[in-house]
């Protein structure tokens, strides 16, 4: 009871508002205003306040949102610790016996192409590198495409 008649009062209030902005001959502005104002009214008519109020006053109903806040709370700090890292630690996956094992690189793609000792020592500044030979110009652009597995 308590509740329609203060809703009914804010509806009367905000129409009276609508009223004076419409006499300033802002209509649209005023027509806003009774559309907000209007709405308290409507909801009473309705039933919405009426469970409102039922669901505000009653202490079973703020139990259950209580009880729903700590499952929502308990799943949270689970997937936080999931996500850190902080719970029980996944064991590794033992390969089957028998079955090949995959390798995301070949084994021989990290070495370098220039061939074998090269970058231990350094070509002196007066001699100059000779020109490889007619069947290995392309050994560096090997090494980088079996590098990339191509």
């Known amino acids: 009871m308590l509740a329609e008649t203060i809703c009914s009062a804010a509806s009367v209030a905000g129409l009276g508002i609508a009223a004076l902005t419409a006499y300033r001959r802002r209509f649209l502005t005023a027509t806003r205003i009774a559309a907000y104002a209007l709405v308290p009214v409507g909801l009473v008519m309705?039933?919405?306040?009426q469970?409102?109020?039922e669901v505000v006053f009653k202490p079973a109903v703020?139990?259950?949102f209580g009880v729903l806040g700590l499952?929502?709370?308990l799943f949270a700090?689970?997937?936080v610790v999931e996500r850190r890292g902080l719970g029980k630690a996944a064991k590794?996956?033992?390969p089957v016996k028998g079955a090949p094992t995959r390798e995301a690189v070949a084994p021989a793609a990290s070495e370098p192409s220039l061939g074998a000792g090269t970058a231990?020592?350094?070509q002196s500044a007066g001699r100059q590198r000779p020109h490889a030979a007619a069947g290995d110009d392309f050994s560096d652009i090997e090494a980088i495409l079996k590098k990339h597995g191509i």
């Open 46 to 49: 309705t039933g919405v306040v």
């Open 51 to 53: 469970w409102a109020t």
């Open 62 to 64: 703020w139990a259950g």
């Open 71 to 73: 499952a929502w709370l």
């Open 77 to 79: 700090t689970t997937r």
């Open 92 to 94: 590794p996956v033992k």
């Open 120 to 122: 231990a020592r350094p």
